[in-house]
C-alpha cells in the first residue's frame, strides 16, 4: 500500500527504523502519561456535551487516539474527541439517534481515508482563515451556551435544538437554580483559572476534579453527578458495533458526514502545523488524513465519537518531553488501564465541574484576542465572512455555516481578482516607444492578471472596440498572464473567428508553457494553425507582424 507512497507512510515508521532506544521510551511514557491525565476529564467532559455518556467520550479517546497515534503522518499527534464536534454530534443524536452518528462518523473516516489517498490533504489549507475563526468561535459561543444549566443546576422539562429556544427556556427555569451547584461551579472554575495563570505545567483540569468530587462526595452535597446522570460508568476493553446500513440513512447523514470529515482535516492539519511550528518537525498531511480516517473508522465500530487531532493535548505531549509517535500510543494504552483500575470512579464526577471545564475550553477555542486582531486588521470581506461564518454556526447549522463562508470566500477572492485584471492598448501614453514600432494595420494588447471568467468581458469589449477591417496583426502580451481558465479560451476563440473574417492574424507573446499549450489545443481543435503565432517577447513579435 504504501510501497510507491512515502507522503503516506506514518511518523511511527519512520522512527521505528531509526530505532528505539530505552533512553527515548522513558520521555515518551512520560509524556503519554501527562497527556492521559489531560485527556481524562476533558474526554468525558466533551462527551456529555454531546449528549452522550462520559464512558463514550473515554471509549473513543482510547480508540482513536491510538490510531491516529499509530498510523498519522505528525510526530507529536495527540488525537481525540474535541470540542469543535459537540455540536455537530449533539445535533445528529438529537435528530438520528446513535445510530445515525456512528454511519456518519464511518462515511467521515472513509472520505478523510479518500482524502489522503488522493493527496488533498495540501488544499485544506485554502480554506479561509475568516471561515475557521467563524466556525471556532461559534462552537465555542454554542458550547458556553450549552452548559448553562449543568454550571447553574437548572431542572428543565424539556430542550430545544435551537439556540434561541435554549435560551428561553434557561430563562423560564431559572427560579430552579441550584446553589450548591453554583457553589462548585464556580469555585471549580476559579481553581482552574487560578492553576493555570500561576502553575500552568500542573493538570488543573485533572486536579479541580480530584477536590471537588471529593468535596461533594465529603460533605454529601445536594448536586447532580455524572452517576447521577448516566449510572455507573462502566469501562472495559470497547465491544465491536456494526452501524446500521440503510441508504437512506446514509443519504440522510451524508451532509454531517462531509461536516465531520471536514472538521476532523482541518482540525489535525492545524494541530500539525501548530507541533511543527514548535518542534521544527514536518508532518506529512496525507499520512495524517488517512490516519485520522482510519482512526474514525474504528471509533464507529466500537460505538465511539468522531475524533481528530487535539492541539492542546499535543502541545502538551510536546511540553512534556515526547519524543516519537509512541508517546501518543502510550497515552491511549495508559488511559485505558487508568480506566479499567478505576473507571467507576468517575461516577462520582460533579457535572457542574465538567462544565466549567467545558466554559474554559470554549474560551479557549474563541481565541478572544486574536479574534480582535483579525478583526482590527482584516478588510470588509473578511470580516463579513467571518460574521455571517459565526452568525450561522450559532442560528443555523454548522455545514450550512461552512459552506456559505467558503463561497463567499470565493466569490470575494474572484471579485478582487476581476477588480485587479488589466487589458491595456499600447497606445496609450506609457507604452509610446512600442507604439512607435509597431508596424501599419497592427494593434497590441498587454494583459496583466489571470484571464478567467470574472474577466472575459473586459478582455472581449477590449478587443471589439479596436478589431477593423483594417488590422491585419493582433499581438497579445500575455507575460503577465499566471493562468486561465475555459471561459479565457472561449473568448480566443471568440476573438480567433472576428479575425477570421477579416483575414487577420494574432500573436501571442510571452506565454507561459501550460497556457500556450491549451490555446494551441484549442488551435488544432479550431482548425485555425494558420492564423495564430506564438513568440517568446515582444522582439520575436514585433519579427512576425512585419513579415
Request: charged residues 15%; aromatic residues 10%.
Amino acid at each position: 500500500m504504501f510501497a510507491n507512497r512515502t507522503d503516506l507512510l506514518p511518523k511511527l515508521y519512520t522512527y521505528a527504523r531509526l530505532g528505539y532506544n530505552f533512553e527515548t521510551f522513558k520521555k515518551d511514557i512520560i509524556a503519554g502519561l501527562t497527556v492521559a491525565i489531560v485527556a481524562l476529564p476533558l474526554s468525558m467532559a466533551i462527551a456529555i456535551a454531546s449528549g452522550v455518556s462520559p464512558a463514550v467520550g473515554l471509549k473513543t479517546a482510547f480508540v482513536a487516539g491510538f490510531w491516529i497515534s499509530a498510523l498519522g503522518g505528525s510526530r507529536f499527534q495527540i488525537g481525540g474527541p474535541t470540542a469543535a464536534f459537540a455540536l455537530v454530534v449533539a445535533n445528529i443524536i438529537q435528530t438520528h439517534g446513535m445510530d445515525g452518528l456512528l454511519l456518519a462518523t464511518m462515511m467521515a473516516g472513509m472520505m478523510l481515508m479518500l482524502s489522503g489517498w488522493l493527496k488533498l490533504g495540501v488544499f485544506l489549507k485554502y480554506i479561509p482563515n475568516s471561515v475557521v475563526i467563524g466556525f471556532t468561535t461559534g462552537i465555542a459561543v454554542t458550547i458556553f451556551i450549552t452548559q448553562i444549566p449543568a454550571f447553574f443546576g437548572l431542572t428543565l422539562g424539556h430542550d430545544s435544538t435551537e439556540i434561541i429556544g435554549k435560551l428561553k427556556i434557561y430563562a423560564a427555569a431559572w427560579q430552579t437554580a441550584n446553589p450548591f451547584t453554583m457553589m462548585v461551579a464556580i469555585s471549580s472554575l476559579a481553581l482552574m483559572i487560578f492553576l493555570r495563570t500561576n502553575f500552568p505545567k500542573l493538570p488543573f483540569f485533572l486536579i479541580a476534579v480530584v477536590v471537588f468530587t471529593s468535596i461533594v462526595g465529603l460533605l454529601h452535597l445536594p448536586t447532580q453527578t455524572v452517576g447521577d446522570k448516566f449510572g455507573t460508568i462502566i469501562t472495559t476493553i470497547p465491544d465491536i458495533v456494526i452501524p446500521k446500513f440503510d441508504m437512506k440513512l446514509i443519504k440522510e447523514m451524508m451532509p454531517s458526514a462531509f461536516t465531520i470529515a471536514f472538521l476532523a482535516g482541518i482540525e489535525s492539519l492545524l494541530s500539525a502545523v501548530v507541533s511543527d511550528g514548535m518542534t521544527g518537525a514536518r508532518h506529512r498531511p496525507n499520512a495524517e488524513l488517512m490516519a485520522q480516517g482510519f482512526a474514525n473508522i474504528m471509533s464507529a465500530i466500537t460505538g465511539g465519537l468522531p475524533a481528530t487531532g487535539a492541539i492542546a493535548r499535543t502541545a502538551t505531549n510536546i511540553r512534556a518531553g515526547a519524543r516519537t509517535p509512541m508517546a501518543g500510543v502510550m497515552h491511549a494504552t495508559l488511559l485505558l488501564i487508568i480506566l479499567m483500575l478505576a473507571g467507576r470512579l468517575t461516577s462520582y464526577i460533579p457535572l457542574a465541574v465538567l462544565s466549567a471545564i467545558l466554559m474554559i475550553v470554549a474560551w479557549n477555542m474563541a481565541e478572544i484576542g486574536k479574534l480582535i486582531r483579525f478583526v482590527k486588521v482584516s478588510g470588509n470581506s473578511d470580516r463579513t465572512i467571518l460574521f455571517i461564518t459565526l452568525f450561522l454556526t450559532v442560528f443555523a447549522d454548522l455545514t450550512v455555516a461552512v459552506e456559505t463562508g467558503v463561497v463567499l470566500g470565493a466569490m470575494f477572492l474572484m471579485h478582487k481578482m476581476s477588480a485587479n485584471f488589466e487589458i491595456e492598448n499600447v497606445d496609450a501614453d506609457h507604452h509610446s516607444d512600442m507604439r512607435e514600432r509597431l508596424p501599419p494595420n497592427c494593434e497590441m494588447f498587454q494583459i496583466n492578471g489571470p484571464l478567467f471568467f470574472g474577466a472575459v468581458n473586459t478582455f472581449i469589449d477590449a478587443i471589439e472596440n479596436i478589431t477593423t477591417s483594417k488590422m491585419k496583426w493582433l499581438i497579445i502580451d500575455m507575460a503577465h498572464v499566471p493562468f486561465t481558465d475555459a471561459s479565457g479560451l472561449a473568448a480566443f476563440e471568440k476573438v480567433f473567428s472576428t479575425l477570421k473574417k477579416q483575414g487577420g492574424k494574432i500573436i501571442f507573446s510571452g506565454s507561459k508553457d501550460r497556457i500556450a499549450s491549451d490555446i494551441k489545443a484549442l488551435v488544432t481543435s479550431l482548425e485555425c494553425t494558420d492564423m495564430v503565432y506564438f513568440a517568446q517577447d515582444f522582439d520575436e513579435a514585433l519579427a512576425l507582424a512585419s513579415n
